[in-house]
């Protein structure tokens, strides 16, 4: 994974989204159109948290979020999202 050129300021972190599924467990075939958002990613990086309240995620964690957390941007090519820590609800 390569260190983005971006560093998130105070609570923010910068994901790298996880692919959507593009199979069901069962082996049908999903079209982009029905296509979920992915609600897990991979941390790319993170700010350095405020004064009152460390960071607790750190580079490379996959994290799962809210289905419409964060802001959508565009990297180097890549889409990743920003969002708070606080939108983040577990680390896996």
């Known amino acids: 994974m390569a260190k983005s050129s971006v560093k998130p300021l105070a609570d923010r972190v910068l994901i790298e989204p996880a692919e959507a599924e593009t199979k069901t467990a069962g082996g049908i075939i999903i079209p982009d159109t029905a296509k979920e958002k992915p609600q897990r990613g991979k941390v790319v990086a993170v700010g350095n ?3 009152d309240e460390p960071m607790t995620v750190k580079v490379g964690d996959t994290v799962l979020y ?21 939108d983040i609800f577990a680390i896996i």
Request: aromatic letters at 4%.
């Open 49 to 51: 948290g405020k004064p």
């Open 66 to 86: 809210g289905k419409y957390a964060g802001t959508e941007i565009q990297v180097d090519g890549k889409d990743l999202l920003i969002m708070r820590e606080s």
